[in-house]
């Protein structure tokens, strides 16, 4: 169905469902799933002491190598909400098909509460710094993605049925980009 020059790559802002979403779907198309941040994790330790003891150009470098990573091996792959910031990155996504996953601000609350997402750390309003990245990156988010689902409502279970259903050439779940 896919092969490593042909993954499905999940973008979006961070608590939109990619990893929870992805893992659902490689397992529904009988594909491997790669999650970038998991690899970061992997080889370098948790993603907000990286940040911490050796800074975010670090932890961006080897987010980058995780996504080189993760798009060779084909499957399912999802990228931190940042990786798509690097030009090659995006370059990387023109031969796959890039589906971005959104949610609302509401929605994400709940979901990145007590989050140690270094991104959302200090100041009062994590929600409002949330919505500030996710406006700075939309541009890019919607020009790389294929094909847009909203993960706001009702059960992430439809997003994977239509997810994969686009994926297996049924294309009338969403309207692509």
């Given at each position: 169905?896919?092969?490593?020059?042909?993954?499905?790559?999940?973008?979006?802002?961070?608590?939109?469902?990619?990893?929870?979403?992805?893992?659902?779907?490689?397992?529904?198309?009988?594909?491997?799933?790669?999650?970038?941040?998991?690899?970061?994790?992997?080889?370098?330790?948790?993603?907000?002491?990286?940040?911490?003891?050796?800074?975010?150009?670090?932890?961006?470098?080897?987010?980058?190598?995780?996504?080189?990573?993760?798009?060779?091996?084909?499957?399912?792959?999802?990228?931190?909400?940042?990786?798509?910031?690097?030009?090659?990155?995006?370059?990387?996504?023109?031969g796959h098909r890039v589906v971005?996953?959104?949610?609302?601000?509401?929605?994400?609350?709940?979901?990145?509460?007590?989050?140690?997402?270094?991104?959302?750390?200090?100041?009062?309003?994590?929600?409002e710094r949330w919505t500030a990245?996710?406006?700075?990156?939309?541009?890019?988010?919607?020009?790389?993605?294929?094909?847009?689902?909203?993960?706001?409502?009702?059960?992430?279970?439809?997003?994977?049925?239509?997810?994969?259903?686009?994926?297996?050439?049924?294309?009338?779940?969403?309207?692509?980009?």
């Amino acid at each position: 169905m896919t092969s490593p020059s042909d993954a499905v790559v999940l973008i979006g802002p961070m608590g939109a469902g990619k990893t929870s979403i992805g893992k659902k779907v490689a397992r529904a198309l009988s594909l491997p799933f790669f999650d970038t941040d998991a690899a970061v994790v992997r080889d370098h330790g948790p993603i907000d002491q990286l940040f911490v003891e050796r800074g975010e150009a670090q932890f961006r470098a080897a987010e980058r190598a995780a996504v080189v990573e993760g798009l060779a091996s084909g499957g399912v792959v999802s990228l931190g909400g940042g990786a798509v910031l690097n030009p090659e990155t995006r370059a990387d996504l023109a031969g796959h098909r890039v589906v971005l996953l959104t949610v609302s601000p509401r929605v994400v609350a709940g979901r990145v509460r007590d989050s140690n997402r270094p991104l959302l750390q200090g100041g009062d309003d994590a929600i409002e710094r949330w919505t500030a990245i996710f406006e700075e990156r939309r541009p890019v988010y919607e020009e790389l993605a294929d094909i847009t689902f909203d993960t706001s409502t009702g059960p992430l279970q439809d997003v994977v049925d239509a997810l994969v259903a686009w994926v297996r050439g049924g294309n009338d779940q969403e309207d692509p980009k």
